[in-house]
């Protein structure tokens, strides 16, 4: 009946996308429109029961063609149709009351969506959770910070890392924001209009673990935010790793190497043994690319769509989707795997701290504490100094020009001042790398971690305790 | 002595942007940072008068070279510079102590931000007003909705419109989010890493209006999303007023002909006086589209910066979006006429509702409601009904069959179920557009109004309540 | 060895894009490399036939493990092992003279590219062809063209359809461009700087295939061009097909009506029979803007990496090109469909013409013409006939006062002029829609599609010739 | 009359656009079309001389509001106005003959961007020879080649600068190719169709400075290519200058530290002498960034609009362009301030290369072409060899175990071998940085400088001699 060609390319690729992606959420569609349909005396008891005896045996045979069976659109019309074939017409037919492909098929890529999301959660929030363990297990290594890729501070490796942490902590905030977006129930809205049946579009929402339908039924069928709002938050989580990724891969090169990756994440040169190249820092990049790339495809697309029901084709934008998240969660695996192994090479952070003059600011801002200097005078002391390559003597000569007093400390004291160590210790302020501060970001972290877990938790039991309702109700029919 | 390219094409674009875009944020963290240092006993009463002093002396003169003046490298050094020519070396340059051009400039340019994000969340809740008032003044006002091109459901304007207001109303909600985000204050932060000195960071972060300081320090420095939480909003209000307007262009068109714009938004041909062309609707997509090119190309900027400090030459991508944000307020101005002025041709809405048997599923499932069909079997008499070219002998006949019962309802009362009116008045479910279903929306969306409001005056009035005190203290420092 | 994660998301799918889509390309290299080190002397006559006796063992069996081996870094060095397996270490090791990976995998990708690339130039040139016989079969059939979704002027069918083809056309020269562009070895370019043997880069070159080696080496590594070229000519053709969609599924709609399917592309509704729509329309849109995701995603993961070595990672993008050409295949196909098949309502578009007064100005024209009015006075009569309701009463009169003559012309004259045929017929100047003028455009396409044709075999067979020279030369070895 | 915000927010916009941008155009447009409507004698000689008198006041007075008059639409009607004042109704009516705004606005809007296009190649071209000039003056200065950000090969600044040159030199023929799909006139599509008037659409097109009409008058009108066609080729360049700029910075890092710029392109710290930040290859970066975004959103907005006429809005994206090209055009100042200026630190490079040991392959490939070694088993004595830091003894040891023989070379001999001078001197292959081999590649690139230069000035001049010839011919009307 249909054009081979648009059944190959257009008709086909949907019924198997229903078959796989969507199967399970259309059989719990199923069973909660019939226990409300049920409940609001839309449909009789012996309608409902029987009803359920089709569906039953169609789930438990779960066994549906790999391909689209002639005379067929899609999947949803194929359960249809072999539900008529066991209990015939005029029970199977009572079924679809009261709602509509559109309001469906929105409802089935919302419950996937859904599904997806909560597992990335999870995931996120362990990858935080890796984060603060490395970040303690490596507690207090000297790392050099740069601005623009010139060495500027010493600092330690948990400020550095920690930082990152606060990024992903408030894109799982963005993608819990957009959470309670998507989960709202579109079924009711039926077409587009709702329906002149007196249903129950609270009790079908909740039977289907959402928090509270959609509010105007137009807007159930129109809105695209049931699949932008994730991708904003997956986009910027994204974002974030690929610009990490390129500060290591800085800091593991050759000529920078503050940062070592153990030999099973390394591609090693046969004939330059010193030739260690973390790849897999690359490879992130490139997979997280890539996944944009079909992330900001499905913006473009939804983009473009006018103020018309979104749905009904849309499974093709949610397939796109889940190839997206295939790479979205490979990237997370690889992230895990270079937090947990990396580890930092103290000595050349040392040096290159040292090299570069990154601590001579601390002596700057000692002689402003201690010894009445303004800020700028004291960097003019300093400035002289480092341009001398470091002289004391020098040091001593500019302090006593500029104050008119000797410099009292020792040059084992200045030296002391200078130290990495102590440029650490004295930034006590919070957010910065002593230990001091770092205790009590590791505990904020911590806590944030914690009330994640909670949430996240709570917001999934809540979704499966209301299915599992929904399973016992529909049991008892 | 700086090339005199890279002056013409960088280093006079960010001092220009100093003098115009962030003039009035730099003065007020010099004031807030005085006042810190003060109180925390780093710099003594003295200097701090003395400082006040200077910087009382160039606020008031407020007069800046407009090209940027040799051997400068931006304005803030510039500011530097004058105030020492004015208190002297000593004083004036105490006042840099414990802070860098990192944290000022991010400082800023999240000051500069958000001021920009609280205009247009106020004007965002006042377009939503807009959309109440006009869906109350056509409520009821017939017309057509469609799906993919196709008309689909007789429904009413108001119904539309509310529709849009609850995708408006989530974006509003996102970028609420977004400004928690945003208002975060990074002083303190220094270059990187914080400082020696025991400065307060909690009490700079009151006085410039932020909520709290940025938790880590390198975060501070380094994060994107001051910038890119705030595009995030942005995008989705551009990407629904897009669909929007595409839709409207098409109930506007020639042949669809249901929604009705007046003559001062219209361009008329001189000689075809039926070509009613409301090009508005194009260009706010047009500048939807080219307000798009400007984000989207930030969010690539800022996707492709390594995890090092992101502001320094941040001041470019700010003009940038201070050149988008002129397109979004134009949008959302037009867009605001177009609700405002945009009115519903009801008889054309009628006369295709009824030609396109938009309302024949009413009776389809008023059959089902009263005569014992199930769904599919009603449609199935209904189909062939509609294939007749809507005879009532058929419909009948055909209901005879299935049911074996004759219809007992009259030929006018079969035109009641299959009016218009009809269909609209029985959707009383939730959501759909019925009055009474209507009256809870208008309602609910009042109230929205109402809380987003109080919240957008909240933020608002807690900074500026908060600069104020600022003004206050620093004028009896 | 490797982490177990870097393994499975990294290094098998390395490995597998080798197995699949590279392989036919690596024995290739294998070949002209070997032909090329023979024949400089680089390897002696001995060792090259061993080495030949390895390969051709390989290839014949042609029997890789489904997943990466233990201790494999990828594809290629598989190769290499089991060749040393076969003919030892000695000879196997000779093969890997004076080249690197860097420059086979280069060429790799290229050769893969490139063999998709002239498929795809072959199917758009069947696609041109296929218009242009369209376009001759519906000969004639009037349309009206839009301005703004504003019916403007009546035309014909073929004259629509051919000024796509001309974009088309533009289009396949662009890719024809690039083409060029990527059709040059980099085999020799070695890991950076070509090698100290002295080889023959010419004559391997000549062996693959291609035109000319790459000139600079460091270009041949680090050009993206082989890549985003052909992204280049690939999107246009995506952007033209998603705006002819939109355009096609406008003049397919319920309202507007002029184009028509064929039931085997078009969905029905089983209730509303006069509900037709070709969401095919719908489907090519979504499938080519899923395609542009890809295609975009590429254009920025390029953009990105620094200048240095594209290619050793580029497997990824290169199967994430495949993808994206799937769905632009499906594109292409589906579009074929649409127009070998989509048919004109002339009748619509008739009554549409003359409702909307689209042929009026063609009376302006004609007074201009022969009753010396200038143009603006002859619109201002029309206009006035217009808005009468086209009362030649009043075109009469308004005629006179103009021109103080008669109209001479009778009403049915009159009528002749404002006929959509003679509206057509007139337009004879080059380019227009006339019968004469429509001519001419047919044989420029049809002499583009075979000059096209000629130039894409050409390309073809040059290609196939090289290397069924490069096999014989090969077995002779 | 209009609508107060849209008047201030679309028309007064597109009126500025109209005065500033596309003012020369317009009256060269007028000039054409009135030759052309003489010559064919659409219109009498005493008219067009009438009309010659009109616009020639109008040009000379060259004074036009600043702001759109009351009751104007646009800047071309308010010429028609002026110029009915001047002459009268009769003759200026006759300047509208057989066209209309649609084809003039494309033409407007195609010989601005052509004039922009012209600029940029001329622009390119001296920057292709300024790379050409620096690579010529650094001559053989040794740097090191990187791949995935590790020490790779010793090569020479030439070979490096020169490899962007090809791919410079690629992308200008792509500009070329979209230059002469650019270059086609849309006159005499009128609206859409042509006319019925017998109007020389080749004549105007040369008197306009086109190659050809453009073939079929519907693509006239709706091609997006003319825009979209230019921005291909500056997207390109852009990326590529983006990623030599991501490789520089790199090179010019503290740590590689190979790259040097002059003091007037740096910006120090006063405290830190050895931080010499070359920031302006950073600025390179966002600028083009920023450029891109308003070229990718250009593409985004001409991909979503219907098959139907492009141009009557399209003054907003041509003004958009025009920002855009701003910004491509201080790139390309800012990238030939690089060029012209970036040093090399050879001992950096010689010293990196060593302590990598990047020769020690051609000790390896010296061992194959005189030890009758093969290549695998060469490498793994070199293996060893660096292993034990370079040990000579070692080296000797490990080539008797695997030859059986002597190493015969002395330690000097050796040493001589692993020179970075060697390695490049034996590199002699086509494409490779050996003196012979960078003179042909000189060679080469002179050549296309001066085939580019002598295709650009060819194009520029036929253009301006074609209107040269417009003017003249219109001054003897």
Chains 1, 2, 3, 4 share one sequence.
Request: net charge negative; aromatic share 10%.
């Amino acid at each position: 009946m249909f054009s081979e060609i648009y059944k190959k390319n257009v008709l086909n690729e949907t019924y198997v996308n229903g078959t796989t992606l969507f199967k399970k959420y259309l059989f719990l569609v199923q069973k909660a429109h019939l226990l409300m349909l049920k409940e609001e005396g839309i449909i009789n008891p012996e309608s409902a029961k029987e009803i359920k005896r089709g569906l039953d045996i169609i789930i438990e045979n779960d066994d549906f063609p790999e391909e689209i069976p002639d005379n067929t659109e899609d999947f949803y019309l194929y359960i249809e149709k072999i539900l008529k074939d066991i209990i015939g017409e005029k029970n199977s037919g009572a079924l679809h009351t009261a709602r509509s492909r559109n309001d469906m098929d929105m409802t089935f890529f919302k419950m996937y969506i859904r599904d997806n999301m909560i597992s990335l959660m999870y995931m996120l929030n362990s990858t935080l959770n890796n984060i603060l363990i490395r970040a303690k297990e490596l507690r207090g290594k000297k790392i050099v910070l740069y601005t623009h890729g010139q060495p500027a501070n010493i600092s330690t490796f948990d400020h550095y890392l920690t930082a990152f942490a606060y990024d992903l902590y408030e894109n799982m905030q963005l993608i819990l924001t957009s959470f309670r977006a998507l989960n709202k129930s579109p079924m009711g809205a039926c077409a587009i209009t709702t329906t002149g049946f007196q249903i129950n579009r609270k009790s079908v929402s909740d039977y289907l673990g959402f928090e509270i339908p959609v509010h105007n039924s137009y807007n159930a069928i129109v809105s695209s935010h049931w699949m932008t709002y994730p991708l904003i938050g997956i986009k910027e989580i994204l974002s974030d790793i690929t610009r990490l990724m390129a500060d290591m891969s800085h800091k593991a090169s050759t000529e920078v190497g503050m940062l070592w990756f153990p030999d099973d994440l390394v591609q090693i040169s046969s004939i330059m043994p010193q030739k260690r190249n973390p790849v897999i820092l690359e490879h992130i990049r490139i997979q997280s690319g890539l996944a944009m790339g079909y992330f900001k495809g499905m913006e473009d697309l939804f983009l473009n769509a006018p103020y018309q029901d979104i749905n009904e084709l849309a499974d093709a934008p949610v397939k796109y989707f889940s190839e997206g998240y295939k790479y979205l969660i490979s990237v997370l695996e690889l992230l895990n795997e270079v937090i947990t192994k990396v580890d930092v090479n103290e000595e050349k952070a040392e040096n290159t701290a040292v090299e570069t003059g990154t601590t001579t600011t601390e002596l700057a801002d000692y002689f402003v504490r201690n010894h009445e200097l303004s800020f700028r005078q004291a960097h003019e002391i300093l400035s002289k100094f480092v341009k001398s390559g470091y002289s004391k003597e020098l040091l001593r000569e500019e302090f006593k020009i500029k104050t008119g007093k000797d410099l009292k400390e020792s040059d084992d004291e200045i030296n002391d001042i200078l130290s990495t160590d102590n440029f650490i210790k004295v930034r006590k302020v919070y957010g910065g790398p002593s230990p001091e501060s770092m205790e009590k970001i590791f505990d904020e972290i911590e806590e944030k971690i914690k009330e994640n877990f909670s949430e996240i938790k709570n917001t999934d039991e809540k979704i499966k305790e209301k299915i599992k309702n929904t399973d016992k109700k529909y049991s008892e029919l």
